[in-house]
């Protein structure tokens, strides 16, 4: 009993779920903390990419094709739709800019632990959400430019935002990855990954919490734009995999790097290059985004059946 209480307060969703919680209750530290949004994420990032083996990428030609359909599922499908939804809705500009950070952004790293709760391919997940990382230094820039106007920000502060939070932490979880320290780091980084997670989503909750509470409008404007891009788009795509004959574990992964965008990354780089109420997308998105995990959690054990090996 005493064992399962404490899966159950340490649980990954158990946090997040708080730092809604307390966010909508309390805000006054996320005020102090919002500064240093950037470097919580670098932290996060740093343990999260230590699980990534360089060896795993080979042979590089089938990882060259993984990372290509995670761009493919997370930028050109799932960015488009998102864009077009935000272009068609919204019509405050910085509550655009946030959608437009959401659609810049790489995958949420909540991806590899949910691919191995959901019986994913995790080789397939962590190849497609480094992929993703590595061509988010290209393409997030491009886009935060092209739907934002080059008059609010330069190329340049984009890049060094991403050289902070992908670059610099990557490099440094290979030095977690030597064999002398890996073992311990293993023992911790899962619990800093959700610590530092809920911090980040506890802020950007924080900062924007009168818009759960009375601007009901735009809650329910931005809520509706993620259930589409989220739920309705990952329920076709998996009809569309499944007729395809993909087998189930690639679809696991396929609808994660898909659908779930890191919420951490958006509300950071939102508050970072546009202010407070560009972070109120990546506040909503974080409360679904959390849903939308539970809800495929609860699917899978209903329908976990694989007739495409």
């Known amino acids: 009993m005493i064992l399962k209480l404490y899966k159950l307060l340490f649980n990954r969703n158990t946090f997040l779920i708080f730092a809604i919680l307390i966010g909508l209750s309390f805000n006054d530290l996320a005020i102090v903390l919002k500064d240093y949004?950037?470097?919580?994420?670098?932290?996060?990032?740093?343990?999260?990419?230590?699980?990534i083996s360089t060896s795993g990428l080979l042979p590089v030609s089938k990882s060259l094709k993984i990372m290509g359909?995670?761009?493919?599922?997370?930028y050109?499908?799932?960015?488009?739709?998102?864009?077009?939804?935000?272009?068609?809705?919204?019509k405050n500009e910085y509550l655009f800019y946030g959608l437009v950070v959401i659609a810049a952004s790489p995958p949420g790293v909540a991806v590899i632990p949910f691919t191995h709760y959901?019986?994913?391919?995790?080789?397939?997940?962590?190849?497609?959400?480094?992929?993703?990382?590595?061509?988010?230094?290209?393409?997030?820039?491009?886009?935060?430019?092209?739907?934002?106007g080059s008059n609010l920000l330069q190329p340049m502060q984009i890049i060094v935002v991403m050289i902070k939070?992908?670059?610099?932490?990557?490099?440094?979880?290979?030095?977690?990855?030597?064999?002398?320290?890996?073992?311990?780091?293993?023992?911790?980084?899962?619990?800093?990954?959700?610590?530092?997670?809920?911090?980040?989503?506890?802020?950007?909750?924080?900062?924007?919490?009168?818009?759960?509470?009375?601007?009901?409008?735009?809650?329910?404007?931005?809520?509706?734009?993620?259930?589409?891009?989220?739920?309705?788009?990952?329920y076709l795509y998996n009809r569309m995999?499944?007729?395809?004959?993909?087998?189930?574990?690639?679809?696991?992964?396929?609808?994660l790097l898909l659908t779930v965008k890191s919420s951490g990354f958006t509300a950071s780089v939102s508050l970072a290059l546009f202010g407070k109420e560009a972070a109120v997308p990546s506040a909503i998105m974080a409360v679904l985004v959390l849903v939308y995990?539970?809800?495929?959690?609860?699917?899978?054990?209903?329908?976990?059946?694989?007739?495409?090996?």
């Open 37 to 51: 949004n950037i470097y919580i994420l670098a932290l996060v990032m740093t343990f999260s990419t230590s699980g």
């Open 69 to 74: 359909t995670a761009v493919l599922l997370g």
């Open 76 to 90: 050109f499908i799932f960015s488009s739709v998102l864009l077009l939804l935000s272009w068609v809705l919204v």
């Open 118 to 148: 959901l019986r994913g391919n995790m080789n397939y997940t962590m190849i497609g959400t480094l992929g993703a990382y590595l061509a988010s230094i290209i393409i997030a820039p491009i886009i935060i430019t092209v739907f934002s």
């Open 165 to 234: 939070i992908i670059i610099i932490p990557f490099l440094l979880s290979r030095v977690l990855r030597q064999k002398s320290i890996y073992k311990a780091v293993e023992k911790f980084k899962g619990k800093i990954v959700d610590l530092g997670f809920a911090l980040i989503i506890y802020t950007a909750v924080g900062l924007n919490r009168e818009v759960f509470f009375s601007n009901f409008e735009v809650l329910a404007t931005i809520s509706l734009i993620f259930f589409i891009s989220m739920f309705v788009l990952g």
């Open 241 to 255: 995999a499944i007729y395809l004959k993909i087998p189930y574990s690639n679809r696991v992964s396929q609808n």
């Open 293 to 309: 995990l539970i809800y495929l959690s609860i699917r899978s054990k209903i329908t976990y059946v694989d007739n495409t090996k």
